[in-house]
């Protein structure tokens, strides 16, 4: 392995000390003093540049896509060169071909992964968990940690009764595949009683259907095998939480003797004060020997629609029957004024959520794929359908029949505001909380979720200022490294594996998400690039140069034990 020496940077090394400007020096793939590498080392000149430790996001979907991407993009792009997968409770192992069918639709319907690429890019041919994640030694960009997922080992050992409670017999095959599992490399367990995790049939998702006795009995399961922690959603990790569930979180977290950290405690909970209550839950922990942290999304996720995946817009009422149909019929469909006027009404009749989506004028063209939408981008359909002097309905489905259904649209959000930022990095600090939530790998047809860490250094560093470079860059990196024990990672110290990026901080950012048909079976996704992201290395190894992933596989499986240590409460 060639010697690096990384010069002329700004080094800011990830524990929240000032930065300076020195020498990185890289040797067998850590960091060294710069002394001992010898006088043919390559040079990396990072003038004008930040030298940091690659970031780890704890949230990610990327279990499937690492099949067919080791890079993970665009999270590279972003300076993410850690990533943990498995998260949720949905997890592609120890299931494999006899349950195919089943996870696929669920992940197709749960975490927007398209069936199409699902189907074409897995072989579903692994037996245990050991057998799925071995292969991925020596084939990853990245270094990437996963889970075991509650709901796939509630369909190994329940199968089409996976949604009924289990027996105590049940239970105890269901922890033996936990620890099993860890064993074999996992980080530890994931699971979801979210209200909004419903499978492909509608159902509840497996998880949704145990016992808090086996909730607390699965979280145990880790105890017995180094490195290993705990994550989930419940109920109130969206409405604030109930007194029995900071009791549930407290005793998983006290059974596993690991913390326990929940998602997500978004940008608008953060504004509107709701965390507070929410963050209660840690403080409860805390008294009673565990440890919750939450999962805190530091930047707004925007809300893309299409009426190609019809995601959300198959919940209003009546809508569904039209969406479901192929895209030559749904595109006759939406040109047909009958059609248009049934979904109006079922839209207008709507008394949930979905109804805020329905407000047809707010909704802000962001991408259109036709020459007949050309110059559209960037307008609201109020706007357009002034100008036209038509029906804001009529003017959205021609657009979108014009596009082929591709077009991408957006509820009109306000721009955040410099207090709000402030209040969020207020929370970014809190002990309680670690930054992440980026879901990268998920929700491929509504958002580009990897964005999160280039959005913290555009804009609470550099745009409002509400928190330095140093600390900024301790939440990305050091601050989730630790939650997770990371051996080696999270910091530039010498002995730390080499995990880098290089970024300019005049002009990091992000690209805005375009749609992109890169995945296996000729399926969407929404992609967004990194600006301002020079270099990134892996292990001493680039995995991007230049701003452009180039190719290598320096990344680690990360297992437990030989590559984390144990945190506890």
Same mark, same amino acid.
């Given at each position: 392995?060639?010697?690096?020496?990384?010069?002329?940077?700004?080094?800011?090394?990830?524990?929240?000390?000032?930065?300076?400007?020195?020498?990185?020096?890289?040797?067998?793939?850590?960091?060294?003093?710069?002394?001992?590498?010898?006088?043919?080392?390559?040079?990396?000149?990072?003038?004008?540049?930040?030298?940091?430790?690659?970031?780890?996001?704890?949230?990610?979907?990327?279990?499937?896509?690492?099949?067919?991407?080791?890079?993970?993009?665009?999270?590279?792009?972003?300076?993410?060169?850690?990533?943990?997968?498995?998260?949720?409770?949905?997890?592609?192992?120890?299931?494999?071909?006899?349950?195919?069918?089943?996870?696929?639709?669920?992940?197709?319907?749960?975490?927007?992964?398209?069936? #199409?690429?699902?189907?074409?890019?897995?072989?579903?041919?692994?037996?245990?968990?050991?057998?799925?994640?071995?292969?991925?030694?020596?084939?990853?960009?990245?270094?990437?940690?996963?889970?075991?997922? !509650?709901?796939?080992?509630?369909?190994?050992?329940?199968?089409?009764?996976?949604?009924?409670?289990?027996?105590?017999? *049940?239970?105890?095959?269901?922890?033996?595949?936990?620890?099993?599992?860890?064993?074999?490399?996992?980080?530890?367990?994931?699971?979801?009683?979210?209200?909004?995790?419903?499978?492909?049939?509608?159902?509840?998702?497996?998880?949704?259907?145990?016992?808090?006795?086996?909730?607390?009995?699965?979280?145990?399961?880790?105890?017995?095998?180094?490195?290993?922690?705990?994550?989930?959603?419940?109920?109130?990790?969206?409405?604030?939480?109930? *007194?029995?569930?900071?009791?549930?979180?407290?005793?998983?977290?006290?059974?596993?003797?690991?913390?326990?950290?929940?998602?997500?405690?978004?940008?608008?909970?953060?504004?509107?004060?709701?965390?507070?209550?929410?963050? #209660?839950?840690?403080?409860?922990?805390?008294?009673?020997?565990?440890?919750?942290?939450?999962?805190?999304?530091?930047?707004?996720?925007?809300?893309?629609?299409?009426?190609?995946?019809?995601?959300?817009?198959?919940?209003?009422?009546?809508?569904?029957?039209?969406?479901?149909?192929?895209?030559?019929?749904?595109?006759?469909?939406?040109?047909?004024?009958?059609?248009?006027?049934?979904?109006?009404?079922?839209?207008?009749?709507?008394?949930?959520?979905?109804?805020?989506?329905?407000?047809?004028?707010?909704?802000?063209?962001?991408?259109?794929?036709?020459?007949?939408?050309?110059?559209?981008?960037?307008?609201?359909?109020?706007?357009?359908?002034?100008?036209?002097?038509?029906?804001?309905?009529?003017?959205?489905?021609?657009?979108?029949?014009?596009?082929?259904?591709?077009?991408?649209?957006?509820?009109?959000?306000?721009?955040?505001?410099?207090?709000?930022?402030?209040?969020?990095?207020?929370?970014?600090?809190?002990?309680?909380?670690?930054?992440?939530?980026?879901?990268?790998?998920?929700?491929?047809?509504?958002?580009?979720?990897?964005?999160?860490?280039?959005?913290?250094?555009?804009?609470?560093?550099?745009?409002?200022?509400?928190?330095?470079?140093?600390?900024?860059?301790? *939440?990305?990196?050091?601050?989730?490294?630790?939650?997770?024990?990371?051996?080696?990672?999270?910091?530039?110290?010498?002995?730390?594996?080499?995990? #880098?990026?290089?970024?300019?901080?005049?002009?990091?950012?992000?690209?805005?998400?375009?749609?992109?048909?890169?995945?296996?079976?000729?399926?969407?996704?929404?992609?967004?690039?990194?600006?301002?992201?020079? !270099?990134?290395?892996?292990?001493?190894?680039?995995?991007?140069?230049?701003?452009?992933?180039?190719?290598?596989?320096?990344?680690?499986?990360?297992?437990?034990?030989?590559?984390?240590?144990?945190?506890?409460?």
């Amino acid at each position: 392995m060639t010697d690096t020496l990384i010069t002329g940077g700004y080094v800011v090394d990830g524990t929240g000390a000032p930065g300076a400007i020195r020498e990185v020096a890289i040797r067998d793939g850590r960091f060294v003093p710069p002394d001992q590498v010898g006088g043919s080392a390559r040079i990396i000149d990072a003038a004008g540049l930040v030298v940091a430790p690659g970031f780890v996001d704890v949230h990610t979907h990327y279990d499937a896509q690492l099949s067919w991407d080791p890079a993970a993009s665009p999270s590279p792009l972003h300076g993410v060169t850690t990533a943990i997968g498995g998260n949720c409770g949905f997890t592609l192992a120890p299931a494999g071909e006899a349950h195919a069918d089943y996870l696929m639709r669920l992940m197709a319907r749960v975490e927007g992964m398209p069936l #199409a690429a699902l189907e074409a890019g897995l072989p579903w041919d692994w037996k245990s968990y050991e057998d799925w994640v071995t292969r991925f030694d020596g084939h990853l960009g990245i270094n990437a940690g996963f889970l075991t997922g !509650h709901s796939a080992i509630r369909r190994v050992v329940m199968g089409e009764a996976c949604h009924e409670t289990a027996t105590d017999e *049940q239970v105890r095959e269901m922890a033996c595949l936990v620890t099993e599992a860890c064993r074999a490399g996992a980080l530890g367990f994931s699971t979801s009683r979210a209200p909004t995790h419903n499978d492909g049939n509608g159902d509840p998702v497996p998880s949704r259907g145990a016992s808090l006795e086996e909730l607390v009995t699965l979280a145990s399961a880790v105890a017995g095998v180094e490195g290993t922690t705990l994550a989930g959603i419940l109920d109130g990790s969206l409405n604030g939480y109930t *007194q029995e569930e900071m009791e549930l979180l407290t005793a998983m977290s006290v059974g596993a003797n690991r913390p326990i950290n929940w998602n997500v405690l978004g940008g608008s909970s953060i504004s509107g004060g709701a965390h507070t209550h929410q963050l #209660a839950a840690s403080d409860y922990a805390a008294a009673h020997g565990g440890r919750v942290v939450a999962l805190t999304l530091p930047n707004n996720m925007s809300i893309r629609l299409s009426f190609l995946s019809g995601f959300a817009l198959d919940g209003l009422p009546g809508w569904g029957p039209v969406i479901k149909l192929p895209i030559p019929e749904r595109i006759r469909a939406l040109a047909d004024p009958d059609v248009r006027h049934r979904l109006r009404e079922g839209a207008a009749s709507d008394t949930g959520v979905l109804r805020l989506l329905a407000n047809w004028p707010r909704l802000e063209v962001v991408e259109v794929t036709s020459a007949a939408n050309r110059g559209l981008e960037g307008r609201s359909i109020g706007e357009i359908a002034a100008e036209r002097g038509a029906d804001p309905f009529d003017v959205l489905c021609d657009i979108v029949v014009a596009d082929d259904l591709r077009t991408g649209l957006r509820p009109a959000v306000a721009p955040t505001a410099a207090e709000e930022w402030g209040l969020r990095a207020d929370v970014w600090r809190d002990p309680r909380t670690v930054v992440g939530g980026s879901d990268a790998g998920a929700h491929l047809d509504m958002m580009c979720g990897a964005t999160y860490s280039t959005a913290v250094l555009a804009h609470a560093v550099r745009e409002f200022g509400v928190i330095s470079l140093e600390e900024a860059i301790e *939440q990305l990196s050091d601050v989730p490294a630790r939650l997770y024990g990371l051996r080696g990672r999270g910091r530039i110290s010498d002995g730390y594996a080499a995990d #880098a990026v290089l970024f300019d901080p005049d002009t990091v950012g992000y690209e805005p998400e375009r749609m992109r048909e890169d995945l296996p079976g000729g399926a969407w996704r929404l992609y967004a690039e990194g600006i301002g992201i020079h !270099h990134v290395l892996v292990n001493g190894t680039p995995i991007v140069s230049d701003g452009r992933i180039v190719g290598n596989t320096p990344g680690t499986q990360l297992h437990s034990g030989r590559d984390t240590y144990t945190v506890t409460p």
